[in-house]
């Protein structure tokens, strides 16, 4: 599988996606952003979304990663409870 | 029959009522259910023709289950078209609770705040989200809610649905309302102008979820009572679980043994037992049914001038559109379906300038005189009563 890395906003973007037709339709791409793996949703047209961003779809895997990472930045405030 | 209503018009008792169910079931644990079937569900519930059945399942149940813990409570519904801003009073603390904060979106204040104790997301989506708080950005994703001009468009758009049956479907009322279409629009946008907790597919998180799908199903409802003679669509052909007579997925854990119910199972609301408070219940959402006639702009007509007036002509039944123009007399006969024909000139005479009759002077009225069902006209002139018998066979 070719990979992609990209840092965006100081978090690493890793794709991973099938190399050929015949495995494009058995697999689908992976997307890990800071070695978390996402549950990437391949929609007919060939765009994606996530479980994360579901309603609404991007073109591209890069652009959706970092959709993602504009919408979850990590700055969550320790949990008092 | 229950009667769902418009969020605003709800009294400060029966919201209260609401919040406190809602606060029960999630205490129970049940709350969280919904959220994980909603989950689970994915694509069998979304992105196809089930979409509009599925949730109208999905908030029967729910709603059942509130009134489990309150008999009185039925689900509000929240018309995002009109009440669109951040200051609606949704969402008030004694309400929903308002936007989250600017941060990181956490909701401060209402019963559903974290911090207020009663309300911990316990199904998130890690990695992309694994807060346990509930949030909401508004107008973070999109920077507005839809218009009711979109609303009107979406509501005029037939059949239910077309192929290929899912997001990419390029016209039809299931995935113009979904909101797929030069999207995200409608039922979407509604979840990304909310933002936070509403914008991943545990969505049900953010009890507004449920009042937002209220509004989407009444919408459904309306269009339904519109088209009656559209049908849900297809019986086939469509991925499994979406047509017409598939069992709808996943039915399954915690909610077994109900893993039985299909779209055609759902069609009526009625026979669900609920109804909507105005529009599409009582009447269909206004449509224009006869172009440029008896209008301000189409035709000059003027109330001060011009009485229009309904009434049967024909004697079928059916009133038929009257109206004293400038040159006398027109009417425009039903066809008995809500639409009319064409506007015609049928009389020189009770008009503005055929005869300068006036309205302030020269009252006129259609009344069967002859009793052949037939109304005919009646006007009050300067020396005495003028009298037009109708003359259609």
């Known amino acids: 599988m070719p990979h992609s890395r990209e840092t965006y906003k100081g978090r690493s ?50 652009e959706l990663a970092r959709a993602i990472i504009d919408s979850y930045p990590c700055e969550d405030e320790p949990l008092s409870s | ?160 649905d077309v192929a290929p049956w899912d997001m990419t479907s390029s016209s039809g009322f299931r995935n113009r309302l979904e909101g797929w279409i030069s999207g995200p629009q409608l039922h979407n946008r509604v979840h990304l102008w909310v933002g936070g907790s509403m914008v991943p597919i545990t969505s049900p998180n953010d009890p507004v979820f449920f009042l937002h799908h209220c509004f989407v199903d009444k919408l459904w409802a309306e269009w339904q009572a519109m088209f009656p003679d559209e049908g849900y669509l297809p019986s086939s052909g469509a991925h499994a679980g979406h047509n017409l007579n598939d069992f709808m997925q996943p039915w399954s854990n915690p909610w077994q043994p109900w893993n039985d119910v299909r779209p055609a199972d759902v069609l009526d609301h009625h026979a669900l037992g609920y109804r909507y408070d105005v529009v599409g219940d009582l009447f269909t959402a206004p449509r224009m049914l006869l172009e440029d006639a008896f209008g301000y702009e189409t035709g000059d007509w003027r109330v001060e001038r011009h009485p229009r007036f309904l009434a049967d002509l024909t004697g079928d039944g059916r009133a038929d559109i009257v109206g004293f123009g400038n040159r006398g007399v027109y009417v425009a006969l039903s066809n008995g379906d809500g639409t009319f024909q064409s506007l015609e000139g049928v009389l020189d005479g009770f008009g503005y300038e055929a005869g300068t009759w006036r309205v302030e002077r020269h009252p006129r009225f259609l009344a069967d005189l002859t009793g052949d069902g037939r109304a005919d006209i009646v006007g009050f002139g300067n020396a005495g009563v003028h009298v037009s018998l109708n003359t259609t066979q």
């Open chain 2, 1 to 160: 029959m229950l009667t769902r209503k418009n969020q605003v018009s709800l009294s400060a008792d029966e919201k209260s009522r609401f919040i406190a169910a809602v606060l029960a079931l999630k205490a129970s644990g049940k709350y969280d259910q919904y959220v994980r079937v909603h989950r689970d569900a994915g694509h069998a519930a979304h992105r196809g023709p089930a979409f509009l059945p599925w949730h109208r399942e999905f908030l029967r149940r729910f709603e059942l289950d509130l009134r489990s813990i309150d008999p009185s409570v039925t689900l509000p519904y929240w018309d995002w078209s009109v009440d669109n801003s951040p200051s609606s009073s949704i969402w008030n603390s004694s309400f929903l609770g308002g936007n989250g904060r600017t941060s990181d979106g956490k909701v401060m204040d209402g019963p559903f705040a974290f911090d207020a104790g009663n309300w911990r997301l316990n199904h998130v989506v890690p990695p992309e989200d694994p807060s346990p708080f509930l949030k909401r950005q508004f107008g973070r994703s999109a920077a507005s809610l839809p218009t009711p001009a979109s609303v009107t468009a979406a509501l005029n758009e037939t059949p239910y």
């Open chain 1, 13 to 62: 973007i890793v794709i991973e996606e099938p190399e050929d037709e015949a495995r494009l339709s058995e697999g689908k791409p992976s997307l890990a952003i800071d070695d978390q793996r996402v549950n990437v949703i391949q929609n007919p047209d060939g765009t994606y979304s996530s479980e994360g961003l579901y309603y609404t779809k991007y073109a591209s895997l890069p």
